[in-house]
């Protein structure tokens, strides 16, 4: 095993209206046009696979890999799904408003996972904003502004600036707006409730569809967060800002300035966010911005190298994180939720 730099799936076109050139321009993707609103890094999902891009397994699937490397890979005894997927998204446009449903909902509505995810805002013009809730009560109470065409009044809008984290926890109400690019995590599911969709129209002239009544039963009104300050720990070769652990995912950000070693026997997806340096057993990988790698949970003794900052993903583990942060845990989101 090794560690996989992984080749992106893209969405774009009429799949994302909304989307944009920028992950062309800014990270050097090879996306297929200039209305490419998401580079699925990390994916697993039926006929959105990213590819291997390195090393003996080049031009294999996600999907192969896992069949190969099973639990070497993920950690999990139970790889019938992919726990996560992984994206960069570029909003042009605003996004349409959405909620996901939880596990239980989803399995039984759509016969899939719900979907738990959330943002890290890579770039944004000045001023930008997005919807992250509802301003009502009640299910009953954003029925009634939904049958009276209200629905933007109940819509819970913030200001957002590079370097933003948010939890997006199923049941969240929520929007990208214009001018805005983030990395997302988030379950492995392509469940989305479309909200509304400001009235935009397709080709055809006729609008996307809507999904009114399961998004009116997923939300889940009382979600009132906000940006995620995180807890940091110093690590050989820098740092690690912990931001969320619940029972999906556990995020970070690597500030590195050396070689930190990165923890073994857990699945991890590291996104550079600069320059730097992947190395293990006299081998190595140089890594740009943008690029992500998916280790194995079966490595250890992974070093990444250099002067700069990359996102994390692991599988969980709250328990050990809770005993590392002591009193700051309650700074993560899902400790303490």
Not at 276 to 294: C, T
Request: hydrophobic share 35%.
């Amino acid at each position: 095993m090794y560690p996989l730099l992984m080749s992106p799936y893209f969405r774009h076109g009429e799949q994302t209206p909304w989307g944009g050139s920028q992950l062309k321009q800014l990270f050097g993707k090879n996306s297929p046009d200039d209305r490419t609103g998401e580079s699925l890094e990390i994916s697993a999902l039926p006929g959105m696979d990213s590819v291997v891009a390195n090393g003996e397994l080049a031009g294999v699937t996600l999907s192969k890999v896992i069949e190969l490397w099973g639990e070497g890979l993920t950690g999990l005894k139970d790889n019938s799904v992919f726990p996560l997927l992984l994206k960069l998204l570029d909003a042009k446009e605003m996004l349409s408003v959405q909620v996901h449903p939880g596990d239980g909902y989803a399995m039984e509505h759509e016969g899939k996972l719900g979907k738990t995810e959330a943002w890290v805002v890579l770039m944004c013009e000045p001023g930008a904003k997005l919807v992250y809730g509802v301003n009502v009560k009640s299910r009953e109470e954003l029925q009634k502004m939904v049958d009276g065409g209200q629905l933007e009044q109940a819509l819970q809008w913030i200001s957002i600036q590079p370097g933003d984290v948010l939890y997006i926890p199923h049941g969240m109400v929520h929007a990208l707006g214009g001018g805005i690019m983030v990395y997302e995590i988030q379950q492995s599911s392509d469940v989305t409730y479309r909200f509304w969709d400001w009235g935009r129209v397709g080709k055809d002239g006729k609008p996307r569809e809507l999904h009114t009544r399961k998004a009116i039963e997923v939300t889940r009104p009382e979600l009132e967060m906000g940006k995620l300050p995180g807890a940091t720990i110093i690590r050989e070769g820098g740092n690690q800002t912990y931001y969320i652990s619940d029972e999906n995912f556990e995020l970070s950000r690597l500030s590195v300035s050396g070689k930190m070693p990165l923890e073994g026997g857990r699945m991890r997806m590291i996104t550079a966010l600069g320059e730097a340096r992947l190395s293990w057993d006299g081998d190595g990988l140089d890594l740009k911005a943008g690029d992500s790698v998916l280790i194995p949970a079966g490595m250890d003794k992974v070093y990444l190298e250099g002067r700069t900052t990359a996102m994390c993903v692991q599988t969980p583990d709250g328990e050990n994180l809770k005993e590392a942060l002591g009193y700051r845990a309650d700074q993560v989101a899902g400790l303490s939720l």
